[in-house]
């Protein structure tokens, strides 16, 4: 994984300045401001990728990666997976409609054999061939996790060749017979979505054909449970050797700062494994156009791109990426040979660049301000606002993580991936803390004895806490779910000691309890985490702390602050449920906000 790792974390942002700049010179050309809709937009982002105020598009080409599907034995597409090696003797004789379409704009054609079944390639077909087509994903794991690595380096090294050659936009191709359906089991499981809801028809099958095609979909996803929190395990278990590729190239393209123009729903699958690798890669995206097939859409959602073109197309090869490329050569020579109102001698129309928003072809959101009001003439304003300043989807997620969080009462039994519950101890061990203390520990708890005995100690104390609360209040508290700490994969004691750091720490000798707010920062981190990883966290706060210390082998002077179930579920609800089950009710914010004094409320 060491080269797909280096290659990550060669992938930057792209380059506001010379976004700035372009955009400058967009609002002083000779025209209504913004009247050239999506080149304008085009023509920004591509400055913004290849960090130049007058970026090119001089050279083009497209890749196709072509591999077989053993999922075709189960009779998913109109056509047998012998089609594939046709088409591959297509494109090298230049004779398929992407070849054609390629020609006319002036692009090369990259035809890569990386799992096909054809055994003596066609002149000119680049040999990079993993093993002859996928397993059966109806049967088992289409592939092992290293070839679908492997996949993804051959794509990798592909896009930095042609980087290294000159190229300034790639378009992605695929052909492999099978290959809608991976891209849909793909779908189903990164998008959290119905089967159903994103299977087509392929290559043309009808009604009945569809039909099947969901159920083996479906079957493929049972059979091999894969991880949507592991999008390696996802790719390697339902995809298809091209797709991998594909990511490949993606990763590869985005690191030497080349475009990427995304043609299909194969393609676009290719583009939502690439993204959940490395998010930063889907600044380098464009989206030729809409395919006709139905998760395309879906995925262009999830990635925040707005196709060029609605044309009803669902043949791929790239053949939609060879059409999008004259709108982008197109959307750059405006800008080049476009008078200005400075070269007429006239006061442009356009209005102060105070804020310019990309409405629809964002660069990580589908509205992302890139411009600010006090950017000073050399930008320096600008650098500062890409280093510090948040995108409007990277905000939305934090709010959204924020107001989704709930306390959840029930789990399903799948384990909880170590990679995984590190990135969430890794969060809290991120929180703030009074003086830097840092006065947590993290006690990870598997064994089923253990979370029978906190369960135990948990419902002790909440048998205890009943003659505390009397009538209807009495009934509810009393069916309180703690089987949480059993039900769950994991649970973590969150702990504070009050030594850490010293005897003097910087803060906490004028307000002792900051160490305690410090572990609550901690666990607030954890909490929001998980919700974003789509993971339930249940926090047991009933239990007498010598109890767990004893149970855990906690020191004395050490406390249990926290017990948190953690895992998978089935729902989160929409209210938290002690209010939802009218426990109590949110309170009115404006009556918690105080004005300069205590009890002042502005009027």
Known sequence: MEKLLEVINRIARPDLVSMRKMQERIHNLTKPVGSLGALEELAVRMAGIQAVPEPKIDAKAIVVMCGDHGVTEEGVSAYPSAVTGLMMGNFSRGRAAVNVLAKQCGAKVIVVDIGSYLQELPEGVIDRKIRSGTNNMAKGPAMTKQEAVEAIHIGIETAVSLAEEGTHVIGLGEMGIGNTTASSAIAAVLLSKPVQ???????????????????????????????????????????????????????????????????????????????????????????????????????????????????????????????????????LRLTREMATFSELGLPSPAPELETYTLPSLALTDKRTTVISAASSNDGSAAESAAHHAFTAEEKAAVYRAIEERRDIRSFKKDPLPDELLMRLLRAGHHAPSVGFMQPWNFIVIRSEETKLQLKQAADKERRALLIHYEGEKAEKFSKLKIEALTEAPVTLCITLDPTRGGLHVLGRN????????????????????????????????????????????????????????????????????????????????EELIYTEEWGTQSK
């Open 197 to 331: 809801e994103l299977t087509g028809r392929g290559t043309g099958l009808e009604h009945n054909g569809v039909d099947k095609k969901v159920e083996v979909i479906k079957q493929a996803i049972r059979t091999n449970r894969p991880d949507p929190n592991d999008v390696v395990d996802v790719l390697s278990k339902l995809g298809g050797m091209e797709i991998a590729g594909l990511v490949g190239v993606i990763l590869g393209a985005a690191s030497r700062k080349v475009a990427i123009v995304i043609d299909g729903v194969i393609t676009g699958a290719a583009a939502l494994v690439a993204y959940q690798i490395e998010p930063r890669c889907r600044d380098y995206m464009i989206a030729s156009h809409l395919s006709a097939e139905p998760a395309h859409r879906f995925i262009l959602d999830e990635l925040g791109l707005t196709p060029l073109l609605h044309a009803g197309m669902r043949l791929g090869e790239g053949t939609g990426a060879a059409l999008a490329f004259p709108m982008i050569e197109s959307a």
């Open 510 to 589: 004028s307000i002792p309890e900051t160490d305690l707010a410090s572990v609550s920062c901690a666990i607030q981190n954890i909490w929001l985490a998980a919700r974003a990883e789509g993971l339930a966290v249940g926090w047991v706060s009933f239990y007498k702390k010598q109890d767990v210390r004893q149970i855990l082998q906690i020191p004395p002077h050490v406390d249990p602050v926290a017990l948190l179930s953690i895992g998978y579920t089935d729902h989160f609800p929409k209210q938290p449920i002690l209010e939802s089950s009218g426990w109590r009710k949110r309170l009115s914010l």
